[in-house]
């Protein structure tokens, strides 16, 4: 059985750093890339970017590149979104998701709620 | 940055059909796909590449592709089809994708 699964919400402070992760299991997880998905209370879904675990190849959309940084660990078949200084605006739901050989996000992490506040 | 354009919300009543709507640039080169989401739920794929069905999503979900636009549309609405639904496609160079702005779907 595929699963995502997602380390526990986390509630930090503007200018602290955070790493959460997205461990895979149930497939071959260098075969498959991982995205990360952000979604701001209340808002729509945004296209964070996209790891491909066996080479570490990794593609950031314009609007999230600089200002966090995709990761991957294939020995513990987990993938990971970091921040170096988080601000208020970067509070949000973080979700991780396998993109299968169609193309889509067909396995998705049940969510890391990141909470930043002063 | 590419965008994708979608209507904030559309209602139906049960049994009509829903048609969501969303543009793009690259859509004439690109294929979209359209993800449902509930309140509090994972999103989950309803068509793939213009117009594929996953296995396990009704008939009644189905996509079309017309120059700049893509169109899911859900024949015999119900109820349990109420919750927003994005579009997701890729920019001209297929490096960066994005999803639409969503589109609540309201079942009156």
């Known amino acids: 059985e595929v699963q995502l699964v997602q380390s526990g919400a986390e509630v930090k402070k503007p200018g602290e750093s955070l790493k959460i992760s997205c461990k895979g299991s149930?497939?071959?997880?260098?075969?498959?890339?991982i995205g990360w998905v952000r979604q701001m209370p209340g808002k729509g879904l945004e296209w964070m970017g996209i790891?491909?675990?066996?080479?570490?190849?990794?593609k950031y959309s314009p609007s999230f590149q600089g200002q966090v940084t995709i990761s991957a660990d294939k020995s513990i078949t987990t993938a990971y979104l970091q921040w170096s200084s988080l601000k208020a605006s970067d509070t949000a739901m973080y979700y991780c998701?396998?993109?299968?050989?169609?193309?889509?996000?067909?396995?998705w992490g049940q969510g890391t709620l990141v909470t930043v506040s002063s | 940055s590419y965008e994708l354009t979608q209507p904030r919300s559309v209602s139906v009543s049960p049994g009509q059909t829903a048609r969501i709507p969303c543009s793009g640039d690259?859509?004439?080169?690109?294929?979209a796909y359209w993800y449902q989401q509930k309140p509090g739920q994972a999103p989950v794929v309803v068509i793939y590449k213009d117009s594929e069905r996953p296995s396990g999503i009704p008939e009644r979900f189905s996509g079309s592709s017309s120059g700049t636009t893509v169109t899911l549309t859900i024949s015999g609405v119900q109820a349990e089809d109420e919750a927003d639904y994005y579009c997701q496609s890729a920019d001209s160079s297929d490096t960066s994708w994005v999803f639409g702005g969503g589109t609540k779907l309201t079942v009156l």
């Open positions: 149930g497939y071959r997880f260098t075969n498959y890339w």
């Open positions: 998701a396998r993109r299968n050989e169609y193309a889509y996000f067909d396995f």
């Open positions: 790891i491909y675990p066996g080479d570490s190849d990794t």
């Open positions: 690259t859509l004439p080169k690109q294929y």
